[in-house]
């Protein structure tokens, strides 16, 4: 009988040890300095792509590592670890690099992950609707057929990345030739395509990343725009937003390893009545939850980037929700105790910290919000009835 194996392969203990550096080189002060000024961490993501490290995901052939989810997630981790959350890697090569890789024709593989892979080229993904919102069945971007290629038309709301993207992978309906039926279906849509436009919403997140409302208005694309087979849509959905949970659980994971450091040392270092602050149980006991909620979470994501690897997709829906659930309430207790185990200077912009609150806010709310994962636990997991 195999044991269960619960530590990493040498690879990815190297390469989290070799991004972990990446990380430090550049920090969470650079990260949080580039946010405030409205500029991107184009330098980091230019040296991680260089260094392989955003494709590590991603075929050989097109220039990728040949490894799995579990190592982009490694490395996202390391970075958010380092203070640096890069937000695009769970869209560009964790959605889109695993879309097209699995199910792109030749031409589409060729044309768009070398770009994705080295981080020259750029791609994000849009599925949220404003009247849509979580319930992704209602959304009505709607593709038609224009002789060989197809229009497309609708609105799209909360895209992160779209003024640094060279495409967008939309998430649309077509009508299905036998049953009338509206099904999904996906389209690269180039940033710069006619009828394409882009409105960025203010939101309160200090971070590179922006947000943007989309208006498709008849938006004319070519027949190797649509992704995938046109019957197979939903296993290629799936295909892609299993890694945005996984991804999603590492860009916490990563933030409370943060934030748990910067709660650590500074416990061990600050002095009010003679002893360090973590020697009073009211700051270490908080802190020590937090490493058992992390560690925890940390294994449960772990699992649900091996069997994505191992090829099971729907097995690996269950997993890739609960980790995120978890990984995003650890993110948030972490956060919010660091800021309290510093005082006053929990909000000052010297230390770091009050950067983070919205950020793991986040990820209670996106990609799927906390709600509609305890739905999908109680309806499959535990098979209630549905509630909605
Ligand atoms: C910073 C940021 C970046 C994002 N980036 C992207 C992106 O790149 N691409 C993209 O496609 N989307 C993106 N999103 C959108 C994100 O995925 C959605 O905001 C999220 O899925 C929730 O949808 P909604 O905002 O429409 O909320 P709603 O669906 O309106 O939900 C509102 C509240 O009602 C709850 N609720 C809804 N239905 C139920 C139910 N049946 N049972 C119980 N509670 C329910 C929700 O959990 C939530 O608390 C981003 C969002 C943010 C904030």
Known sequence: MNAMNFTEPEERVA??????ELGKKYGHEYYAKQARAGLKTDELWAEAG??????????????GG????????????ELAAAGCPLLLMVVSPAICGTVISRFGTE??????????????????FAITEPD?????????????????????????VFISGVDEADAVLVVGRMED??????????????????????????????????????????????????????????????????????????????????????????????????????????????????KIELELAKLMTQKAASLYDSGDDFGSGESANMPKYAAAEVAIRAVDQA????????????????????????????PVSREMVLNFVGQHSLGLPRSY
């Open 15 to 20: 390469l989290r040890a070799a991004v972990a």
């Open 50 to 63: 260089r260094l392989g490290y955003l494709g590590v995901n991603l075929p050989e052939e097109y220039g």
């Open 66 to 77: 040949g490894a799995g989810i579990a190592d982009l997630a490694a490395v996202l981790e």
């Open 107 to 124: 031409e589409q593989k060729k044309r768009w992950l070398p770009g994705i892979a080295d981080g020259s080229g750029r791609m994000v």
């Open 132 to 156: 849509a919102g979580s319930n992704s069945h209602k959304i009505t971007t709607t593709a038609k057929r224009d002789g060989d290629g197809w229009v497309l038309s609708g609105r799209k």
């Open 177 to 290: 030739a036998k049953t009338g039926k509206l099904k999904p279906a996906l389209f690269t849509v180039p940033t710069d395509a006619p009828g394409f436009e882009y409105k960025q919403i203010e939101m309160d997140i200090i971070s590179p990343e922006k947000q943007f409302g989309l208006f498709l208005d008849d938006v004319h694309l070519p027949a190797d725009a649509l992704v995938g087979e046109e019957d197979a849509a939903i296993a290629q959905l799936f295909a892609g937003l299993n890694p945005e949970r996984i991804m999603g659980a590492s860009f916490s994971l990563g933030i409370a390893r943060y934030a748990l450091g910067k709660a650590v040392s500074y416990a061990n270092e600050r002095k009010v009545w003679g002893a360090p602050i973590g020697t009073h149980q009211g700051l270490a006991h908080p802190l020590a939850e937090i």
């Open 339 to 366: 800021v309290q185990t510093h005082g006053g200077n929990g909000l000052a912009s010297e230390y770091g910290l009050g950067t983070l609150v919205t950020a793991v806010r986040l990820g209670r709310i996106a």
